[in-house]
């Protein structure tokens, strides 16, 4: 008898030994207790934590994810009860746990459904885990000391295939405000129909990859193509990635910045495909580089490597200029400090309408540089961003205009470089030039750009999402050429709208033409279309729309107590959202001299 018990026992305790081990290796977190620390990692790439928003009576984390549609539902009911207790003290975190939905991606749901409250990645689903949570948009609401108090559902009004007229239980609503009142929370767990969490998925690579991934065949091309363009020698990229042992030796750090899509740097909504130069890895590039990393690091048969990319020896990505203006005086750079916005004037008078085909800053100082602008400016005006002709981004592209398209610099001008400079720990000096290229040919169209420009804004203390908004209107037919954000360090994303006018029986019709969600002070890129391909019919409205972090939770950001106002130095703000394009039907016909730049017989 004790015998079969035994045996009994065994059995029992085989079975329960292997369903327990199919379970999470979490504990669910059950109502009351406190929640572990949680970490997520936010639109600009940092790790944060759930602690870091501060104090707060109460904690509200949303799991969503993009391709759920109870999330995008739950949108405006979920913005208007943020808005509702963030007075009251109750602080709401969005956490996106979708398989291979990028920081960007992520940065831009939040900016569609225009919550002011942050959001961020849940990469492993390490946070969703820890408490217990499954489905999106699931809510969980923790009191000021971090205890579970409830989980579940937002209310009862949304199902997956249906609704009810309205919510027959305010269950999230209620919880707060049990936790305001002081109160145990009545209804402390719902039950929650929405989209599973695939945890499997995340953790998973984003493609197949082969059984053996090695750097000679499979990873060295990848980096070849995306990466070496600015991680190679004299560029302002930390490191080379030119050998099998320079990855290796960044094998974790290149898993990282890959997986999060950090790099290849692009800043930009991948819904806007026009776009032709945004950077980005394929699904299936991107899963042969975390294999290759997460693997064995194996380097494979070096015959195997492909032949090494070529780059171009000469100093300017614009050719030879017919022009070089150099900074009269050197820059010197302290070792460490922040550094105000330097702005010089090049010495040289344009005497003349000059029209210019290629345009190019080219640093003296790749590392102290960090970006640059360059204007032109009436002789004896004070200098400014009014008349911006091109950037300095690193990685970014010099201006070269499409054949018989050129830009005029107007007669009695000088132009004005604004330098932004950064410390490297080291002592530096500087001395940055500026290339043009006259223009060659015969020119039909001149250059235009809406600045997209807005002066006139206060950015309140503490607000994490000020709108600040710009319109123009294209006055004939035009074709866009592309498109530029420029903000400070408040700057949280821009997106980019045209409004076309009805016409032959359609309907007026909006269309996003570039979104930056996660707008970086950093990596000030342009974005371009293919040539000659974007069509905006007279009349068409162009419209730019920021937002802007001052919150203490933005880690950039100067001083949350202020309220911010336009001006060039970096602890004010800025609101251009430029979009370059001619106009179709221009038709200059002008002969140009091509030492001078001026016009023939002008
Ligand atoms: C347009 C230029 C550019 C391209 C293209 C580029 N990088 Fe970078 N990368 C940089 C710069 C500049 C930095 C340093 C500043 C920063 O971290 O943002 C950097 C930083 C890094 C870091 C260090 C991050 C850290 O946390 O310290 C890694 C790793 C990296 N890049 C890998 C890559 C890989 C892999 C690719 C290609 C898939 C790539 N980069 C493409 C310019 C570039």
């Known amino acids: 008898m004790l015998l079969r018990i035994t045996i009994f026992a065994t059995i029992v305790a085989t079975c329960c030994a292997v369903a327990a081990s199919a379970e999470p290796p979490n504990e669910r977190l059950a109502i009351g207790q406190k929640a572990p620390a949680l970490a997520f990692t936010d639109i600009r790439y940092l790790p944060r934590t759930v602690a870091e928003l501060g104090e707060t009576k109460a904690v509200v984390l949303l799991f969503v994810k993009g391709d759920c549609p109870l999330v995008v539902r739950y949108g405006p009911k979920v913005k208007s009860l943020e808005e509702e207790y963030r007075a009251k003290g109750v602080r709401f975190l969005a956490l996106n746990v979708g398989a291979n939905e990028s920081v960007t991606e992520v940065a831009w749901q939040a900016v569609k459904a225009d919550w002011a409250f942050p959001i961020g990645k849940d990469f492993d689903g390490k946070a969703a885990k820890a408490l217990g949570v499954t489905r999106t948009p699931e809510v969980v609401v923790l009191d000021k000391e971090q205890r579970l108090v409830y989980r579940g559902r937002i209310d009862d009004q949304l199902r997956l295939s249906g609704q009810r007229e309205a919510a027959s239980h305010e269950d999230l609503k209620e919880a707060i405000e049990d936790v305001l009142a002081g109160r145990e929370v009545h209804v402390s767990e719902t039950p929650v129909d929405g989209c599973l969490i695939e945890f499997d998925a995340l953790a998973a690579l984003p493609a197949v990859v082969p059984k053996e991934v090695t750097y000679s065949r499979h990873v060295a091309p990848i980096l070849a193509k995306h990466c070496q363009e600015c991680h ?36 930009c909504s991948r819904e806007q495909t026009q776009i032709v130069n945004a950077r980005r890895l394929s699904d299936a590039e991107k899963a042969l580089v975390l294999a290759w990393a997460k693997g064995g690091k194996l380097e494979g048969d070096p015959s195997e490597l492909p032949p090494p990319r070529e780059f171009p020896a000469a100093r300017w990505k614009i050719g030879e200029p017919d022009l070089e203006l150099k900074l009269l005086t050197t820059q010197e750079i302290p070792a460490e400090g922040i550094i105000p916005y330097r702005y010089a004037l090049l010495p040289h008078v344009f005497l003349q309408d000059t029209w210019v085909q290629g345009v190019e800053i080219l640093p003296g100082n790749k590392s102290a540089v960090h970006h640059a602008n360059l204007a032109y400016v009436k002789v004896g005006a004070a200098p400014s961003n009014e008349n911006f002709i091109t950037g300095y981004v690193p990685g970014g592209d010099a201006m070269v205009l499409d054949s018989g398209v050129g830009f005029r610099i107007p007669a009695g001008s000088v132009l004005a470089l604004q330098i932004h400079y950064v410390t490297t720990g080291m002592k530096a000096t500087d001395r940055t030039s500026v290339g043009l290229v006259y223009a060659k040919e015969t020119i039909q169209k001149e250059l235009r750009h809406f600045q997209g420009v807005n002066r006139r804004f206060a950015i309140p203390p503490g607000d994490s999402h000020h709108p600040v908004t710009a319109t123009r209107t294209f006055a004939a037919d035009s074709t866009g050429i592309g498109m530029f954000a420029h903000m400070h360090l408040r700057g949280k994303d821009m997106t980019f709208r045209a409004l076309y006018p009805a016409s032959g029986g359609e309907a007026e019709r909006s269309e996003v033409l570039l979104a930056i969600p996660n707008y970086s002070f950093d990596w000030q890129i342009s974005y371009r279309w293919a040539a000659g391909q974007k069509k905006f019919p007279k009349g068409t409205k162009y419209e730019v729309t920021a937002h802007f972090d001052n919150s203490d939770f933005n880690p950039y950001n100067p001083d949350p107590t202020a309220t911010v106002k336009e001006g060039e130095q970096t602890f004010q703000e800025m609101m251009y959202g430029f979009l370059f394009y001619t106009h179709d039907d221009e038709r200059l016909n002008l002969e140009i001299e091509p030492k001078t730049g001026w016009v023939k017989g002008g």
């Open 232 to 267: 190679r020698p004299e560029t302002s990229a930390p490191f080379s990635l030119l050998s099998f042992k320079d990855a290796r030796d960044h094998a974790e750090t290149i898993a990282e910045v890959v997986r999060q899509e950090r790099m290849p740097p692009a800043f």
